[in-house]
């Protein structure tokens, strides 16, 4: 039997073209939509890293007067702590995928004759990658081979209230 043959209209029978190009087309579709869904959750994960670095480096901006070194450890403990503001910020946090510990350092500026201490704060995150498929995509984004998207985030406030040494840096 002939699957090319015409049919009753005239038509070339076309049996299981469909099913071919939809075989050839599914495997790109899924992956593009495993991408989508990668990246949703990387950049949701982005935006609280974000959130909870600011909060963190608004916090120890308003903090009562204080040393630079307990200073910067009580903001490290309020960004990593038990319930602390990374674990409210990023989804599915967890503090092993903190690489180093949260950075807090000062410096101290003068505008006008006025001086003033600044506080930045910094953290680097490891967020893990659901999708194994696309853990070649990221290490070719972030240049590690860790299977893993390095995020970022960084925040300066100027302190409300001087520090008690001075941080011995200029900004």
Request: proline letters at 5%; one cysteine or more; aromatic letters at 8%.
């Given at each position: 039997m002939d699957h090319n043959a015409p049919t009753a209209g005239g038509q070339p029978r076309e049996a299981g073209q469909g099913l071919v190009e939809f075989a050839l087309v599914a495997p790109i579709l899924i992956l593009l939509i495993?991408?989508?869904f990668q990246f949703a959750f990387v950049l949701q994960a982005q935006m609280g890293l974000t959130n909870?670095?600011?909060e963190a480096a608004r916090r120890a901006a308003a903090a009562p007067t204080a040393d630079s070194g307990?200073?910067?450890t009580w903001t490290a403990a309020q960004l990593t702590g038990g319930s602390g503001l990374l674990a409210?910020?990023?989804q599915g946090f967890a503090?092993?995928?903190v690489v180093g510990s949260p950075a807090t350092t000062f410096c101290q500026y003068t505008i006008n004759?006025?001086?003033s201490d600044r506080v930045t704060v910094s953290v680097q995150y490891r967020y893990p990658?659901?999708?194994p498929l696309l853990s070649f995509a990221t290490d070719a984004m972030d240049g590690s081979s860790d299977g893993d998207w390095t995020l970022a985030a960084?925040?300066?406030m100027r302190l409300e209230n001087g520090l008690t040494t001075a941080p011995g840096a200029t900004c």
């Amino acid at each position: 039997m002939d699957h090319n043959a015409p049919t009753a209209g005239g038509q070339p029978r076309e049996a299981g073209q469909g099913l071919v190009e939809f075989a050839l087309v599914a495997p790109i579709l899924i992956l593009l939509i495993m991408a989508i869904f990668q990246f949703a959750f990387v950049l949701q994960a982005q935006m609280g890293l974000t959130n909870a670095v600011r909060e963190a480096a608004r916090r120890a901006a308003a903090a009562p007067t204080a040393d630079s070194g307990s200073l910067g450890t009580w903001t490290a403990a309020q960004l990593t702590g038990g319930s602390g503001l990374l674990a409210q910020n990023v989804q599915g946090f967890a503090s092993a995928r903190v690489v180093g510990s949260p950075a807090t350092t000062f410096c101290q500026y003068t505008i006008n004759g006025v001086t003033s201490d600044r506080v930045t704060v910094s953290v680097q995150y490891r967020y893990p990658v659901f999708f194994p498929l696309l853990s070649f995509a990221t290490d070719a984004m972030d240049g590690s081979s860790d299977g893993d998207w390095t995020l970022a985030a960084t925040a300066q406030m100027r302190l409300e209230n001087g520090l008690t040494t001075a941080p011995g840096a200029t900004c």
